[in-house]
């Protein structure tokens, strides 16, 4: 199936994600009732409890043309964005973490609350898009035309396994200039299709385990400029302590070669470009060629777009 290409950039954060999951590294806009904060933290590793405001949960029934559905709305969370997927509340925290070491995450629910739904849980839209056949074979790129569908995923709705299979997992993994980033998502909501309930905590206790990395921690902490330093400070949990995890520009011996370790910066040369608002656009090779770009002597397989 077709998918749609959502482009949403946000100037000055180049993220290079090196796993395939869809959660972005972003932190969530909390409401008042949503309580996250740090219990312990050492060399290697981090526990923190998130406060789940379970007397705020609510379900609304809702019809979808001859379909009957259950809908959860739980402020201060987004939702899972897998098509076809139960839509659940999702909550997304974002820590510092060490180079080169492993990740172990480990989640335990608090008090733990059964409620039986009176029609399936409300799947995740489904995205479609649609090309004019006329103006295909014209060769002209018209607008093209989504369409969205409520199709629930089999495999979720005709299983009798809980829906996710987990309380947290790492979902990203990224580097941003001199800091190693991850993302965790956390469901504090999760569905039985066999019995058609949903199953709620009222705290999730999250440990976060390093190991194979060199324990050494800076004796300088690497500052970046301010418009990074405020970026880390607002998204990361952990920011003091990501702070002594920071890449230094180094030098390692490795099999008698050099090796030279810094920051990343974005290619030069590069273009920028800017969107109001997600949506579909398209790119002409005069557009290009306009903004300075060599169309006529430069191999186009190797255009890249980073997100920023």
């Known amino acids: 199936m077709p998918k ?28 008042d009732s949503l309580t996250t904060a740090i219990t312990t933290a050492s060399s290697n590793s981090i526990t923190f409890e998130v406060k789940i405001p379970v007397d705020r949960i609510f379900v609304e ?45 480990s989640v335990k629910p608090g008090k733990t609350i059964r409620q039986r739904l009176s029609a399936p849980l409300l799947p995740v839209t489904s995205e479609s898009i649609e090309w004019g056949l006329e103006s295909l074979t014209e060769g002209s790129w018209g607008e093209p035309v989504v369409i969205n569908s409520i199709e629930p995923d089999p495999e979720i709705y005709k299983n009798n396994s809980i829906f996710p299979g987990v309380l947290g997992e790492v979902t990203n ?21 066999s019995s058609n309930e949903i199953i709620m905590v009222d705290r999730l206790i999250v440990t976060v385990e390093f190991s194979g990395f060199a324990n050494e921690l800076q004796d300088v902490v690497k500052s970046e400029p301010l418009v990074f ?29 050099t090796i030279t370790k810094a920051a990343w910066f974005p ?5 920028r470009i800017k969107v109001r608002e997600d949506g579909f656009y398209k790119l002409t090779f005069t557009e290009l060629e306009a903004a300075g770009i060599p169309i006529d002597t430069i191999n186009l397989n190797t255009l890249k777009m980073f997100h920023l």
Not at 70 to 85: E, H, R, V, W, Y
Not at 232 to 245: C, P, R, S, V
């Open 267 to 271: 290619p030069d040369p590069g273009w």
């Open 173 to 193: 993994d990224a580097v941003l200039r001199s800091q190693r980033l991850i993302s965790i998502a956390l469901y504090p909501i999760r569905y039985d299709p």
């Open 4 to 31: 749609s290409i959502k482009i949403s950039l946000k100037v000055l954060f180049l993220l290079i994600l090196i796993m395939t999951h869809v959660f972005p590294i972003k932190a969530e806009v909390r409401g």
């Open 61 to 105: 029934t809702i019809q979808i043309e001859d379909h009957i559905y259950s809908k959860i709305n739980l402020p201060g969370f987004s939702t899972m964005s897998q098509a076809g997927a139960p839509q659940l509340p999702l909550l997304t925290e974002v820590l510092g973490v060490p180079f080169d070491s492993e990740i172990k995450v």
């Open 229 to 257: 330093e405020n970026f880390f400070q607002e998204n990361l949990l952990n920011y003091e302590q990501a702070k002594t995890w920071r890449e230094n520009v180094s030098s390692n011996s490795v099999n008698g070669s």
